[in-house]
């Protein structure tokens, strides 16, 4: 290899070099932009967390209000409802002793020609005994039940729900369900 063709080569690695020296310091100014925005995409991120936590709180907090507020709304109601209720119930129950007395004062007026639709109650009267003889006896029926599954579902002994009326069982099994579900809430 002469002179000149080491030089030429010398000159060809310097200029290779330069161009690799230029590349790597562009690099890594790439390199140190990037560490920059991921650092500051990375503060970000915690920031965007941090936020999302405090909204999912506040969204918990304003569901539970909203809840809240609901069964504010309908205790208020049943509660209206009840004293309506039981004002038609002793309105009723007045009602009642009003036609006994009218029933017994013509029962005591004696027969005469009428005397048989005297001693007949009204169909009027007696389809609305049949439904308030209905509403009542499925009121009952309904506590009733509601007490056996309550019962049921607090008790200890695995037979006391194999004991309920078949109609029953699953309603206490999920009274149970719910009362774990209560006392032990998954986590969001």
């Not at 506040?58 to 069964?71: D, G, S």
């Not at 009326?165 to 149970?176: K, Y």
């Amino acid at each position: 290899m002469t002179s000149q063709e080491i030089v030429e080569e010398f000159q060809q690695l310097e200029q290779k070099l330069g161009t690799l020296r230029t590349r790597a310091e562009e690099e890594e100014s790439t390199l140190s932009q990037l560490e920059g925005q991921v650092h500051e995409l990375s503060e970000k991120r915690v920031r965007t967390r941090r936020e999302a936590a405090e909204l999912e709180s506040l969204l918990m907090q304003k569901r539970a209000e909203f809840i809240r507020a609901e069964y504010d709304v309908a205790f208020q109601a049943r509660e209206q409802a009840a004293a309506r209720l039981a004002e038609a119930i002793s309105q009723a129950l007045a009602e009642i002793d009003i036609y006994d007395r009218a029933q017994q004062a013509l029962a005591a007026l004696g027969g005469g020609q009428d005397a048989h639709d005297a001693q007949a109650e009204p169909e009027l009267v007696t389809t609305s005994w049949e439904r308030l003889v209905n509403a009542v006896q499925q009121r009952i029926t309904e506590q009733h039940e509601n007490e056996l599954v309550e019962i049921a579902s607090r008790s200890m002994s695995p037979a006391a729900i194999r004991e309920l009326p078949e109609h029953l069982r699953d309603a206490a099994r999920a009274r149970i369900r719910a009362r774990r579900r209560s006392r032990f809430p998954r986590s969001a």
